[in-house]
């Protein structure tokens, strides 16, 4: 069985997380939601941590993380070490962002994109691959700058 997804929000991405859970229980895809369950005001880092620590953990497989902007979260997202986060709202950028980044965290904006864009867009994340290749060498180079801090 696969891992499950961790998804996160803070009360600006509250609503489009809810709209991309119900998207992941239609297709059956297994989720740990780690917040916000009620929409309260809340800061976008303590959400981002504790989804982003199960990636890295081998926990969960991927993150899918939502603020206002999407722009918060993934700054949050991108300090843990071994995330690799993009803001999308864009199509190109989230096939891209697997294909050539390897991203193991999709954020966006609840602000920014509809559901029925951050349905699709998740979809695209989660089904496209890592090429590898000299993509691989790009992202060793990311995990050194982590790791001389
Ligand atoms: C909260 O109002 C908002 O600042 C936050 O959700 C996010 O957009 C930050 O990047």
Redesign the pocket.
């Known amino acids: 069985m696969s891992k499950p997804i961790a998804l996160a929000a ?4 509250f609503e489009l997380k809810e709209a991309v859970r119900a998207h992941l229980d239609e297709i059956g895809v297994a989720y740990k939601d780690f917040g916000s369950f009620d929409g309260a005001s809340c800061d ?1 880092p303590d959400m981002a941590e504790p989804a982003c620590r199960a990636v890295v953990a081998g926990e969960c497989d991927k993150a899918l993380l939502f ?7 993934s700054m949050s997202a991108n300090k843990i070490h071994g995330i690799r986060a993009c803001c999308c709202s864009d199509a190109f950028s989230a096939e891209y962002t697997r294909r050539h980044n390897d991203a193991n965290a999709l954020c966006m ?1 609840g ?1 920014v994109v509809g559901a029925g864009l951050a349905i699709y867009l998740v979809d695209l994340f989660l089904n496209t691959p890592f090429e590898g290749g000299r993509h691989q060498r790009r992202i060793d180079k990311i995990t050194d700058l982590e790791q001389r801090g």
């Not at 803070?10 to 991405?13: A, F, K, L, Q, T």
């Open positions: 803070d009360h600006g991405g976008y603020c206002g902007t999407g722009v918060g979260i904006g602000r």
